[in-house]
């Protein structure tokens, strides 16, 4: 009978850990996805590198620590932050993107503007 005393801590630790283990399997699941969506991306490729490195790093702890048998809770807030990282690539790749566009829109606009006063003047000398 004792046998079985000291068997019911150990299977309810052991529940408990197959508890938490789905949401850090999730977890890094959505993770990879979604660095995966932002490293499969040309343009957050040329206009967040740094910012996709950093994701890219923060996977990989996910990653090590998942392996190494932390505590899923652990795993599964890296593989949080490695989601939010690859998202915040992504986000700063559009940005800069806007950016860029913003600039040459305004380059686009002075160039009209010249040729529509160069043209003003040439009416005016005729």
């Not at 490195?53 to 996910?62: K, Y």
């Not at 915040?88 to 686009?108: F, H, N, P, V």
Request: some cysteine; overall charge positive; charged content about 25%.
């Amino acid at each position: 009978m004792s046998k079985w005393k000291a068997l019911i801590p150990a299977s309810a630790l052991l529940a408990a850990g197959c508890a938490l283990t789905p949401e850090a399997s999730d977890s890094m699941q959505s993770a990879r996805s979604t660095y995966r969506q932002a490293a499969a991306s040309p343009e957050v490729q040329l206009r967040a590198p740094v910012e996709l490195q950093v994701a890219e790093r923060a996977l990989a702890e996910a990653d090590r620590l998942g392996k190494s048998g932390a505590d899923p809770a652990i795993v599964a807030h890296h593989a949080y932050l490695a989601e939010q990282r690859a998202r915040i690539a992504m986000a700063t790749s559009d940005y800069r993107k806007a950016e860029a566009l913003i600039a040459t829109s305004g380059e686009q606009r002075e160039r009209v503007l010249i040729e529509a006063r160069n043209r003003e003047l040439e009416a005016k000398t005729r």
